[in-house]
């Protein structure tokens, strides 16, 4: 019995991750998904910040809708920096793949405080949202002087 449960979720972990790994028919693919993704998950964590900088109206539902579309957005790109997708129309630098520990560290880090301003928005709380988008701004930008070319 428990073997078999080991089993089915070993099996159901594979159907998780295989197809984030083989889903892209060509190096393009794979540069246009992550670009996609990391440009949706900017036009919605940007509406967020506007409203914790002063720039737009604080309307604390389309923060928290906008946090939680970040926040799950922020989870797509990565599976995207697949081999051979180093060359073509990307402002990646080839480090992404000399140094992928450093580089999922940077991501995970995001990926963290993502969720985090995504939790302060579903509070409604303008100061915690504040805050967090600090924190995550500044994680957007280490990564970005480490692995983006200008
Ligand atoms: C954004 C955006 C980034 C980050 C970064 C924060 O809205 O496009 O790259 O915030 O500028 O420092």
Not at 128 to 143: L, Q
Request: overall charge positive.
């Amino acid at each position: 019995m428990t073997i078999r449960k080991t089993l089915w979720t070993t099996l159901a972990l594979l159907a998780i991750s295989l197809p984030a790994a083989a889903q892209f028919a060509k190096p393009d693919d794979a540069i246009k998904y992550r670009k996609s993704a990391l440009f949706v998950m900017q036009q919605n964590f940007s509406r967020v910040a506007a409203m914790a900088s002063g720039k737009a109206p604080f309307d604390p539902k389309v923060a928290a809708e906008s946090a939680a579309v970040a926040d799950y957005v922020s989870k797509l790109p990565w599976a995207a920096f697949t081999e051979g997708s180093d060359k073509g129309e990307t402002k990646s630098k080839p480090e992404i793949w000399k140094e992928p520990a450093k580089f999922k560290e940077y991501s995970d880090k995001m990926q963290g405080e993502m969720a985090k301003l995504s939790a302060a928005a579903k509070s409604g709380n303008l100061d915690s949202i504040k805050t967090a988008v600090t924190a995550t701004g500044g994680t957007c930008k280490t990564c970005h002087d480490a692995y983006r070319k200008e």
